[in-house]
């Protein structure tokens, strides 16, 4: 089943594929003209999952986004110390290729801008048999997951264009902030920026980023976690240049622009967002780019304050309902129908808030059930917190389950999110609403009871069992099971009768008839809870013999009952008159007793929960 994220990329990309405006970057090898058509988002979480549209896998160059990997190469080699003596951490407020260094000490003000790029690129040095730019081309591809290359034709023709760079690079030399050649340090610069990525690779370098430095799928830890804090600082506050205020105000994300067409975001502890739309605005930013980072920061709420919220959790487990049977005693040809098809429900169970990361992974786990499981349970009753995108999230998943023939079903307790509550299936107004339900319990028989319509195993609460077709007398004779059936005593009960109660001596074993019967319990927290529903064909009563003579539970009518009684007086005298019968009916009900105590002990834990 496709994600409603992936739906919801594909969407966004159409609809502001349609935006106009800006012209592609001018510098670029002879017949690499960009084409302005060209687009894709790719979106990587922080555990390497990518959802991609568009252009995800077409090459271009990395250009000014190459600025704060290889500032963190340099902090990484030499110390915050040594490479603050070098660029400051200031925003400038200034374009990127502006002239303007610090009036005592030269530095420039950032590393995002030209000429702190420039400062950060002559303090990289070659090292284990490998020159400068071999150690950066190594360090980006080990962002991206992917062996990277730099474009020799890209460089050539930026090198002819970099009259401005190469004044940049003479200055800080001049002021002994470039302490080497400023021609290798340009040279160095140009040859990082002629990088060839693809957007996957930006949004994967991105993920890493916001992953505290350890590549995704890799899992190798590219920089530390103090290195990242800092680079994502600076990019924060200087990575979009002059367009740096508004862009934290309408996105909230550290994030780099490149005139190559590339825009790339991070979410720390969450996501990467890249994108890829050569035509560009007056600050050298991708128009597509900066549109598209604004709607999927507003939509997946993901600015940084929103998103500090959230965490990572979210999915805690995924299980089969047959790990969390209902309380409903099925018959035979029931457990035999629930045992066969139980793996087509399915239980996820989610914990924590749901915005961007905690909504992805949730959306995530559904999209990947297999086409098999046809009811899908979302235990919310952990989750405290959710904003709209959850509530989009879970529309579009109950859509395109419903439009498959299956169903969402929504468990969230007394205290749920109200938006995930209402969630509907619908503008159409045709299909049914979500179920919801306050307790996994009634979840679980709301699933049971589907599969059993489902799959040729219809219930009927109406059904008549006489008692000498009861189940458990199944060892005995007809003629003794008639017998027994004329011992016992014929009761009725209305809806709500309590038949049995808490405490009270043995009473007799009883057969069930007709109706339904609810065994009740209470849980650790004194809290009174459904442990069980008894229907036709089903005893009771008979496990007080083995408590000490004493009721363990309460049983109550649901609707009208009708029930055999075989009382303690009946017992006596069939003890008396005919111990052989009474033998193989101490046999029958013990054979039936050990297998309702089995599943009780099985169950005993979830059901108190419930």
Known sequence: MESPIQEYLESLLADVQRLRGGEPYRVHPLGREPNPEDFGICLATVDGRVYSVGVADQEFSIQSISKPFSYGLALADYGFDAVDEKVDVEPSGDPFNQISLAPVTGRPPNAMVNAGALAVASMIRGGGGKSAVRRIVDTYSRFAGRDLSSSRSVFDVEIRHSDRNHALAYLLSSVEVIENDPSRALENYLRQCSVQVTCRDLAMMAATLANGGTQPVSGEQVFEIDVVERVLSVMMTSGMYDDAG???SSVGMPAKSGVGGGTLAVLPGQAGLA????PLDGHGN???GLETCRRVSKDMEMHFVRAARSGRSAVKDTMEISRFPSRVRRTEEEAEV?????DRARIIEVTGDLFFAGTESLVRAVSELEDAVVFVVLDLRQVYDAGRLARQMITGLQRQLAAAGRELVLVTGEEAPALIVHTDAGPDGHAAPVPVFQGLGEAVEHCEDALLERYGAPISV???VPVTESPALDLLEEADRERLAALMEHRFHEDGDVIRRVGQRFGGVHFIVSGQINTIATNPLGERVRLNTLG???TFGELAL???????????AVGEVEI???TPEAIEVLEQDDPALALQLWRALTRDAYSLVDRYLREAAVRLTY
């Open 275 to 278: 994108v890829f739309s050569p």
């Open 536 to 538: 036709a064909g089903m």
């Open 462 to 464: 109406t059904e008549r």
């Open 286 to 288: 991708s128009v597509r």
């Open 564 to 566: 055999m009684v075989l």
């Open 338 to 342: 629930l045992e066969r098809y139980g």
């Open 546 to 556: 083995g408590t000490a003579d004493r009721q363990e539970t309460t049983e109550k």
């Open 246 to 248: 508004a862009w934290v």
